[in-house]
Structures are given as structure tokens and as C-alpha cells.
């Protein structure tokens, strides 16, 4: 009896010391999440994001880790599933137990992990345009705001096109909604009359865009400037730009400005009959910068292929991932709350020749920029704020 009791207490011994060992082990890393959408609509745009992610870690780890530690990424793919991500988000940080989350493009995702978040003290950078009207302790948001977007992008277009006449089109969910809601109170004030303004929404991947084009068409036709504000996200973008050059749509005839197209997106289309047309964003791959010049060729480099493009979605990345290094640093530890108190204020490089600084309410300062569409593929700066 006492010989199986004797062994009981070596084989918990031995048990324990290799969960000590497996604990002493993990802890020589720290776990950095990524959580982005690897296949279904979303995949388009996110995918990079993961890529990137990947690349600003193995440089980080080249110039020595965190604290002394190397880290290590853990993806996951929650598949454009929103409730997959709830899930996907759980398992990051209980399972994984990482140290800190970069992910999500939809607002609707991140509506979904948000509770996941808040419940487990995890830490999301978030690093999409989104539709404001949220504050949570666990998220940082290094997307824009509507008015770092949205709201300069329709003052641009009411100054400079001289546009009276309205389309706001976008995918059906909370993101676009929101934006559009915003949008049409403002443009109301602004004097414009609700016969002037049309709202059309659309499902994830939508393909048919014949009907919804020749309504465009018509409604641009009663002798006002028209423009479209495309809050349309993922693959479906690809049908719905190919059907405006089908129906001979022009940028000088309807120009459309999108908050979800950027180079990446373009890299799928034959750009010929989009030439002119507008995306506002905070950033644009042919912004002329050293520090822009370095992350061009640094990421060419780690992806093996001098053509591919960056866009605004990654530099939100570059700056949430140096600012939380930064605050990891000065916090001398990856504990959430340590480094969310550290983070305020920190302020680091853009890609676009300045600085993007925290602030309180977890949002960056950041420039924003219209660009034109050109035949490459890249967007021409036409306006700056």
C-alpha cells in the first residue's frame, strides 16, 4: 500500500514538474494572435493582414524579440464566419493564452469578439475603417474613424466634384449602416433633399450587380452630378466594378469613392475602366516617404515577389504592432492592463512621412488622403488633410 502510494506521489511529482517544464517553456515566448480570415469572402483582403503580421514579427525577433523573448505568432482561421471568430477569439486566449490579438476586418467580427475581449482582459488591435459609436478598454482601433474617413471623403467630393446627387452603397451589415447613417444626417444638413440621396445594400459576395448598376445609371441621369460612396467589402467588389465598365459608368461621369478598395483589391481587376475613380484612406502604397520606401521593400522581400502591393489596412498594423512593442517596453511587461494604461500617448512613425499617436479613447491620429485610381493599379494622392 504504501509502495503505490509512494509511486502515486512520484508519478504526480514527475507530472508536475513536466507541467512546470511545459509552463517554463511557454513562457519563454510571447504568443502574439492573429486572427483574420484565411478563406470564404473576406479572405481577398485579409489574408495579407496575416501576412504582414508574420513579417513584422520575424523583424521584430531579428532585432532581438520583447523583453528579451522571442515571439510567436499563432493564427487562426475564423473563415469570414462571424460567429467563428467568437470562437476563434476564445481559443487565442484561453488555449494559446497569447499576450496579445491583431485582427478582424468586419465590423460585424469584431462585434463578435468584443464580449470575448472584455470577459477574458485580452487586448485586440483592430486595423480597419469602422463606423465609430464604440469605446471598449480591450480594443485599439488604428482604423479610421468616419471622420478620418467617411465624412472628409463626402466633403471632398460636395467641394471639389461639385456633387449634388447621392448613391450610398453598401454591404449589409453593421459597418456600412452605420457609416451610411452617419452620412445621410450629415448630407441632410448639409441641404441636400432626400429624393437626392439613394441607399442600396447588398449580402457578402454578392455577384449580380446588373440591376443595382442600371438603377445607379438612371438615377445619375436627371441632371445632377451623382457620385457613389461604396462601403461594399470583399470579393464583392470584383463584380460590382467590372458591371460599372460594362454599363460604360465612367469616374467623370459617376466617380465612385470606396472606403474598402485599396491596392490590394485592385491587384484582381482590370484597372483600364476604373481610371478616376476615388478610395479615401489613410494610407496609399505611392505616398512618397523613406520610411514608406523601407516597408515597400521589406515586404516584397518577405512575401518573394517584387509586385506585390501594400495597402492602408497593413500600415494600421505596422503602427498598432510597433505602438504595442513600444508600450510592452515602457510597461516592462505584457500584462493587458499594464500596457493598455503604458500605451496612451505613445506615439510612433507612420508610413506616410509623420506620426500616429494613441489617445485616450484608443483611436490613432492619422492623416487622410483621396487618391485617384490610375491604370497600375496604384492610387494618385488628389487630396490631403
Do not use: C
Not at 466633403?155 to 452605420?178: F, I
Amino acid at each position: 500500500m504504501k509502495t503505490h502510494f509512494r509511486g502515486a506521489l512520484t508519478a504526480i511529482a514527475m507530472g508536475a514538474a513536466v507541467i512546470t517544464a511545459g509552463t517554463a517553456q511557454a513562457a519563454e515566448t510571447i504568443k502574439v494572435g492573429i486572427l483574420h480570415s484565411l478563406s470564404g469572402t473576406m479572405a481577398i483582403s485579409e489574408t495579407t493582414l496575416k501576412d504582414v503580421m508574420l513579417m513584422l514579427i520575424e523583424d521584430q525577433n531579428a532585432k532581438g524579440g520583447v523583453l528579451g523573448k522571442k515571439l510567436e505568432p499563432v493564427v487562426v482561421d475564423p473563415a469570414s464566419n462571424w460567429p467563428l471568430f467568437a470562437e476563434k477569439a476564445r481559443e487565442l486566449l484561453q488555449v494559446h493564452k497569447v499576450d496579445v490579438v491583431f485582427g478582424n476586418w468586419t465590423s460585424v467580427s469584431r462585434k463578435s469578439v468584443l464580449p470575448v475581449f472584455e470577459e477574458l482582459n485580452g487586448m485586440l488591435f483592430y486595423p480597419v475603417q469602422y463606423e465609430g459609436e464604440e469605446s471598449s478598454k480591450n480594443v485599439f482601433y488604428t482604423g479610421a474613424a468616419p471622420n478620418q474617413q467617411a465624412i472628409p471623403a463626402v466633403d471632398y467630393l460636395m467641394k471639389q466634384e461639385k456633387v449634388k446627387r447621392w448613391v450610398l452603397a453598401g454591404t449589409d451589415y453593421v459597418y456600412p449602416r452605420t457609416t451610411n447613417k452617419i452620412l445621410e444626417t450629415y448630407l441632410k444638413a448639409k441641404g441636400v433633399a432626400a429624393e437626392d440621396i439613394m441607399i442600396n445594400y447588398t449580402p457578402f459576395g454578392h455577384a449580380d450587380w446588373q440591376t443595382i448598376v442600371a438603377d445607379i445609371k438612371k438615377f445619375g441621369s436627371a441632371g445632377k452630378k451623382t457620385a457613389v460612396v461604396s462601403t461594399i467589402n470583399g470579393d464583392a467588389n470584383v463584380p460590382f466594378y467590372k458591371e460599372l465598365a460594362n454599363q460604360g459608368i465612367k469616374a467623370e461621369d459617376i466617380p465612385v469613392v470606396a472606403f474598402s478598395v485599396g491596392e490590394e483589391e485592385l491587384a484582381g481587376l482590370d484597372t483600364k475602366p476604373l481610371v478616376g475613380h476615388l478610395a479615401a484612406w489613410n494610407y496609399f502604397m505611392s505616398v512618397e516617404s523613406d520610411a514608406n520606401d523601407e516597408f515597400i521593400e521589406k515586404w516584397q522581400k518577405f512575401i518573394k515577389d517584387d509586385k506585390r502591393v501594400t495597402n492602408d489596412p497593413m500600415e494600421a498594423h505596422y503602427i498598432g504592432f510597433n505602438m504595442w512593442v513600444k508600450a510592452v517596453e515602457k510597461a516592462g511587461t505584457t500584462e493587458v492592463d499594464a500596457v493598455s494604461d503604458a500605451i496612451i500617448g505613445v506615439a510612433v512613425p507612420n508610413l506616410t512621412g509623420g506620426y500616429s499617436a494613441m489617445m485616450p479613447n484608443h483611436h490613432i491620429t492619422k492623416p487622410v488622403l483621396i487618391g485617384e485610381i490610375q491604370e497600375d493599379g496604384q492610387f494618385e494622392t488628389v487630396w490631403r488633410r
